[in-house]
DNA sequence: TGAAATGTTGGGGCG
DNA sequence: ACGCCCCAACATTTC
């Protein structure tokens, strides 16, 4: 009796529902690195990351018993070539649109083999479909999702990783396995990563000490300290939890027990798990909608207006607005490969509102920076923060740079840390350098236009245009309504 | 998981 | 002592 483990965005042991399928018996653990398989590549931050996350994984598995083997090539074929004369396959299941073809695909090419294909659900608290309307249908608003999908029951506790694997021998007709090393994950002429390695700890166990760390720590205050931008307020989980090195169920259950012992107030619990919550609707979302990342969720938003601006674009990514808050985040996901999550929707909104550059151009840059990049996190958000999305923010919330950083970072702690160009700044002045003395300025070192840009657009005309251009399209909806309904009912 | 404009209220300075 | 005005603080509405 010989199982196939066929691992992806699941590297850990813990509550691992494939890997607990094949304990007990000889099994092989085989990841397939496939970079023409249709799936959206991953980003430069992601790639960094999957190499240190299987590095991690490799050893966790050899000290239980196992051993995880690596091939490079089409993923179908080296699955279903491997699982010849094996009596099973197991996956954790994955919810984008080629992923889930594909895996249907390889599901029914192995049960005509005569070999038994398993799919289990490791990835979130609730498969997509399982959480409905009374009317049957998805749910668009997450208020009500969220609240349904605690309502119709507990959610399956996590399973401990099994105490002892075994690791089968790769088998003569087995396609050549490759090191980590070769798969080119890691990034060279230049490296870049140091500021990553210096922030993370890929792989399960930096999982469960970021986990325990979160819950002895700033759990406790999370509600009001979360919207800090300095300090570590956040769990910071995010990473871990798109490579699978921890399971949701884990993390619902430890922050729980937190509040049922009394280590936490019961509030500070409820909201962290709602951003959990957002996870599971953002996968709900792309279930309904597998190009999610790609097409806007609400089709009017095709015909918005969005500027060609390579140069502001170019500004935006490289941290060169002149909003200090704004390039404050963008310069910490370039070093670190994450940014704060207020940020996001700063800098986010900066993009769509301010220079009114297409929400898909922002998405392309998280998505090839963020270590966390998520295909139903960062496609969600992106699309709620445009408006395009469903249960969006509303077009005329346009966030002012100024006034989130004096609110979430009040002595410029942030700004100081990632644009060190403003350090010397007086908190007064450091949200909004233009409006700063020349004293100030001179006194700080800062010559505006040398040291540090000036505002790339003027917030007050900027909103003014945002406001008029989103508004516009709320009009031209609604004076054609029917070819609206058609081309949702089309799509 | 806004911001800005507009409206309301109430305390205190002052003639 | 009274009424008037100013304006901060808060509330509402509008974008």
Not at 349 to 377: Q, V, Y
Request: hydrophobic share 40%.
């Amino acid at each position: 009796m010989t199982a196939l483990v066929w691992l992806r965005d699941d590297l850990r042991l813990d509550d691992q529902p494939a890997v607990r399928a094949a304990a007990e018996q000889p099994a092989l653990f085989v990841f397939v690195h496939d970079e023409k398989s249709g799936s959206r590549p991953l980003g430069g931050a992601s790639r960094w990351w999957l190499g240190r996350s299987l590095e991690a994984f490799g050893r966790e598995l050899e000290a239980a018993g196992g051993r995880l083997d690596i091939v490079r090539g089409d993923a179908e074929r080296v699955i279903v070539d491997l699982a010849s004369g094996m009596d099973a396959v197991y996956w954790t299941r994955r919810y984008g649109g080629p992923e889930t073809e594909r895996d249907t695909r390889i599901k029914a090419e192995l049960s005509d083999k005569g070999v038994k294909a398993k799919s289990f659900n490791g990835q979130l608290l609730r498969e997509p479909w399982e959480v409905k309307t009374e009317g049957g249908t998805s749910f668009k608003v997450f208020t009500p999702y969220w609240r349904r999908s605690r309502e119709i029951g507990p959610f399956e506790p996590p399973h401990p990783a099994p105490k002892r694997l075994e690791a089968a021998r790769w088998p003569q007709h087995g396609p050549p396995r490759v090191k980590i090393a070769d798969l080119g994950l890691h990034p060279t002429k230049p490296d870049w990563s140091g500021g990553l390695a210096e922030s993370w700890s890929p792989g399960e166990a930096g999982a469960r000490a970021r986990l325990k760390a979160f819950i002895d720590g700033p759990l406790e205050d999370y509600p009001d300290a979360r919207d800090r931008l300095d300090g570590q307020t956040t769990s910071r989980l995010s990473p871990h939890l798109r490579f699978g090195e921890i399971s949701p169920r884990r993390i619902l259950a430890a922050v729980e027990a937190a509040a049922d012992r009394s280590a936490v107030p019961g509030e500070s619990a409820e909201k962290y798990l709602s951003e959990l919550g957002w996870r599971e609707f953002s996968y709900v979302l792309l279930h309904e909608q597998p190009d999610l990342a790609t097409r806007n969720w609400s089709p009017r938003f095709d015909a918005f207006p969005w500027r060609r601006d390579a140069k502001a674009l170019r500004a935006w990514e490289t941290g060169k607005t002149g909003y200090p808050v704004v390039d404050a985040g963008m310069r910490e996901l370039w070093a670190t490969g994450y940014m704060h999550n207020r940020v996001r929707m700063i800098a986010a909104s900066f993009l769509i509102k301010h220079l009114m550059i297409d929400w898909r151009s922002g998405e392309a840059w998280f998505w090839d920076t963020l270590c966390d990049a998520d295909p139903a996190n960062n496609a969600a958000s992106w699309q709620w923060v445009a408006g395009s999305g469903a249960d969006a923010a509303p077009y005329f919330r346009v966030f002012n740079p100024v006034l989130q950083g004096e609110k979430f970072d009040p002595d410029g702690a942030y700004v100081r840390r990632w644009v060190p160009e403003l350090a010397k700044l007086e908190a007064r002045y450091i949200h909004a350098p233009w409006k700063a003395p020349r004293e100030s300025l001179a006194g700080a070192g800062v010559t505006l236009g040398r040291d540090y840009p000036e505002p790339i657009v003027d917030h007050e005309q900027a909103r003014a245009r945002a406001l008029r251009a989103f508004a516009e399209l709320g009009r031209e909806a609604q004076r054609k309504p029917a070819a609206r309904k058609s081309a949702k009912n089309s799509g």
